[in-house]
């Protein structure tokens, strides 16, 4: 299994529409990755390495496919809407990681 993390700074100036990522952004995912997709997590970024520290991530989504192969198969014909669809929630460049899950 690996995970696809995409991760979004917490930076000064920046905002993230968790509404907006979690009701529309996210469900899109799933329709368009699908049947590779099997599964999906949300974070949202409360503190950093102390709780007063503010969060490294506003936040992370995160998406589940068999392999890396069954992910690029349905990623890369539907990564432009993906990607044009990100200034509608949030106006930060993400970070991705790639991962294989070991437990």
């Given at each position: 299994?690996?995970?696809?993390?995409?991760?979004y700074?917490?930076q000064?100036?920046?905002?993230?529409?968790?509404?907006y990522?979690c009701?529309?952004?996210?469900?899109?995912?799933?329709?368009?990755?699908a049947?590779?997709?099997?599964?999906?997590?949300?974070?949202?970024?409360i503190?950093?390495n102390?709780p007063d520290?503010?969060p490294?991530?506003?936040?992370?989504?995160?998406?589940?496919?068999?392999?890396?192969?069954?992910?690029?198969?349905?990623?890369?014909?539907n990564?432009a809407t993906?990607?044009d669809?990100i200034?509608?929630?949030?106006n930060?460049q993400?970070?991705?990681?790639?991962?294989e899950?070991?437990?």
């Open positions: 299994m690996i995970k696809v993390s995409v991760l700074p917490k000064e100036g920046s905002h993230f529409d968790m509404d990522y009701a529309t952004h996210m469900p899109m995912a799933q329709r368009l990755l049947p590779a997709i099997k599964g999906i997590a949300v974070e949202q970024g503190c950093g102390t520290s503010p490294t991530y506003a936040a992370m989504g995160h998406l589940f496919f068999e392999s890396l192969d069954a992910f690029l198969g349905v990623f890369v014909s990564a993906l990607v669809d200034p509608k929630y949030t930060v993400p970070t991705i990681q790639i991962s899950v070991k437990i």
